[in-house]
């Protein structure tokens, strides 16, 4: 068996088990992250533009198996899957997984974030954290686009990806506070 092939096995096996010890400990949503950006044919299964033979195979299948276990576990614990870089394939992702939502990256275009939405899919995500960490009046206009295409419909507002390590806390104020002032 191929070094890359054991080592997705081998990190599938451990996923699973941690995301069922986050329900145990109380936790309301369970976020798959995939952590799979190790080597071989299996980075490149994060990287946009992945073939969508490709996308089922090291994406699709493996986050749908970890799905099924933990459900077997803990069938009223809502599921967020994150499909990196794959806006092209979210239908294909949200069928094929069974997660209950989907949280959204920086390339996906709001129409269809709106659209899954729509679909009652809960959508999450997708501001820039680099935009974040810019701040101004771009990052004001933004968070205003999202929340304006968002508005009603089952949307957890958040970054598309982590926040970098040089983001100035006062622009996260900023962010939070631009956002509790829309409620």
Known sequence: MRTG?????????????????QSEQSKNMLRLAQALEQQGDIERAFLPGLAEDQF???????????????RARHPDVPIIGFPRGSAALLDSY????????????????????????????????????????????????RVDDI???????????????GIVPHTPPENVARLVERLRRSR
């Open 5 to 21: 092939i054991k080592l997705f096995l081998l990190l599938w096996s451990l996923t699973s088990f941690p995301l069922s010890a």
């Open 56 to 70: 089922q195979r090291w994406v699709i299948a493996p986050t749908a198996k970890i799905v099924r276990e933990v």
């Open 94 to 141: 949200l069928e094929g997984t069974g997660v209950d939502g989907v949280s959204c990256d920086t390339s996906c275009p709001l129409g269809l974030m709106q659209e899954t939405a729509r679909n009652g899919r809960v959508v999450q995500g997708n501001l820039d954290p680099l935009l974040l960490a810019a701040g101004g009046e771009a990052l004001d206009k």
């Open 147 to 161: 929340r304006d295409v968002m508005t009603g419909l089952p949307f957890v507002f958040n970054l598309g990806h």
